[in-house]
């Protein structure tokens, strides 16, 4: 997400598959405890950023067997300038020793001040506003809203599919001081269009050269299967267009699927 033309905010996100942890009981709780450290280097190999963090996981000792097909998902927001850097994460369980490591390619866009721009496209399983004191602060925390992503970009129909994406460098007519902005929504499956729905810049109730497009879409609105989201905005004024896309996968729920094997069994 763009901060300025020169600094980049860059969410760092890891999720850690709970059956993968080791856990010791004590007092009827069931705790895993891991260390974290990351390190951003430049292609020259220079340290640009690191951190480190301390990350629990407690569940109480009845309800541990069935967390075991969940995540634990940690984020830190990082300011970058942008380039291309090496990425490279490693975490510890310190019950039993073992080591995961990541490492990755991260390339941080320049977002030009003259030119109609985006952050990226993300797709989470809760979206929230925070309050007044919670601003900019905390994990998942961008801005007055808390988005936690959904990495596997996998839902049930019981989750709610949350949507969230910046626009930049909008035109605000020098009359009017408000943009001429349209935001046009499509979910598709295959070649077939399944949701469409187009927002201005008035819609979405924010007038000036920056924009938030946020949205909750229920899962069981869509039928189980592989989905595109692409939302398309438009300057009017400029006659600049910016599009993201984002690819997602709708579930059968557990009671579903129990339905459907108990169906074949007879």
């Known amino acids: 997400l763009r901060i300025t033309s020169d600094t980049v905010l860059v969410p760092i996100a890891v999720q850690i ?31 640009v950023q690191t951190f480190e ?3 629990a996981a407690d569940f109480p000792a009845s309800l541990l067997q069935q967390s075991l097909g969940t995540s634990r998902i940690y984020q830190k927001a990082v300011p970058l300038s942008p380039g291309l850097y090496r990425l490279d994460i490693v975490i510890k369980d310190v019950n039993s020793g ?3 490591v ?5 390339p941080v866009p320049r977002f030009e001040d003259d030119q109609l721009s985006s952050s990226s496209l993300i797709l989470a399983d809760n979206i929230q506003r925070v309050s007044m004191k919670d601003i900019g602060l905390g994990q998942f925390v961008l801005g007055d809203v808390k988005v936690q992503p959904k990495l596997d970009q996998t ?14 460098n909008l035109k605000v007519d020098d009359t009017t001081h408000k943009n001429n902005l349209s935001v046009d929504v499509k979910v598709t499956q295959g070649q077939q269009t399944v949701a469409h729905v187009e927002k201005t810049g008035e819609d979405l109730k924010q007038t000036g050269d920056q924009i938030t497009y946020q949205q909750v879409i229920p899962a069981k609105a869509l039928a189980p299967g592989k989905y595109k989201l692409e939302i398309q905005a438009t300057d009017h004024l400029t006659k600049q267009t910016v599009t993201r896309t984002a690819n997602f ?4 729920s557990a009671e ?4 459907a094997n108990t169906a074949t069994g007879r």
Do not use: H, W
């Open 17 to 47: 598959p709970v059956r993968q942890l080791s856990f010791q009981e004590k007092d009827g709780v069931d705790s895993a405890k891991m260390d974290l450290f990351a390190q951003i280097t430049s292609l020259s190999g220079r340290v």
């Open 53 to 55: 963090d301390t990350l």
């Open 98 to 100: 073992n080591v995961g």
């Open 102 to 106: 990541v490492n990755a390619r991260l």
């Open 155 to 168: 839902f049930t129909p019981n989750d709610s599919m949350g949507v969230f994406l910046q626009v930049y």
């Open 249 to 252: 996968t709708i579930t059968p």
């Open 256 to 259: 579903t699927s129990t339905a």
